[in-house]
C-alpha cells in the first residue's frame, strides 16, 4: 500500500481500548479498495438512506421486544 494511503492509525495509539468507529472503518475499506489494482471492491451499504431507515426500524422493533419482555441492555448487537 503506498504511503500517502495508508490507514491513520494515531485513534488506536490514543485509546488502545477504543473499538475505533463506523467512520474509520469505512475510510479503511476505501482505501483497501482504491490501492488493491482493482482486485478488492468497495459497495456503499450502510451509509445510504433505504439501508438506514431498514436498521433504524430494526432497532426500533427490538427496543419494543426487550420493554415487552421487562429487559434492557445499554449495548446491542443486530445484524438486519
Known amino acids: 500500500m503506498a504511503k ?3 490507514a491513520d ?9 477504543s473499538r475505533g468507529s463506523l467512520g474509520i472503518a469505512t475510510s479503511e475499506a476505501v482505501i483497501v479498495a482504491a ?3 482493482g482486485k ?5 451499504g450502510s451509509m ?3 439501508v438506514l431507515m431498514h436498521q433504524t426500524f430494526v ?3 427490538a427496543l419494543l421486544q426487550m420493554e415487552r419482555a421487562g429487559e434492557y441492555r445499554q449495548e446491542q448487537v443486530q445484524a438486519a
Do not use: V
Open 9 to 17: 492509525w494515531s485513534w488506536s495509539a490514543e485509546d488502545p481500548n
Open 4 to 6: 500517502s494511503a495508508e
Open 59 to 61: 432497532g426500533l422493533e
Open 35 to 37: 490501492t488493491s489494482g
Open 48 to 50: 445510504l438512506g433505504h
Open 40 to 44: 478488492k471492491k468497495y459497495s456503499l
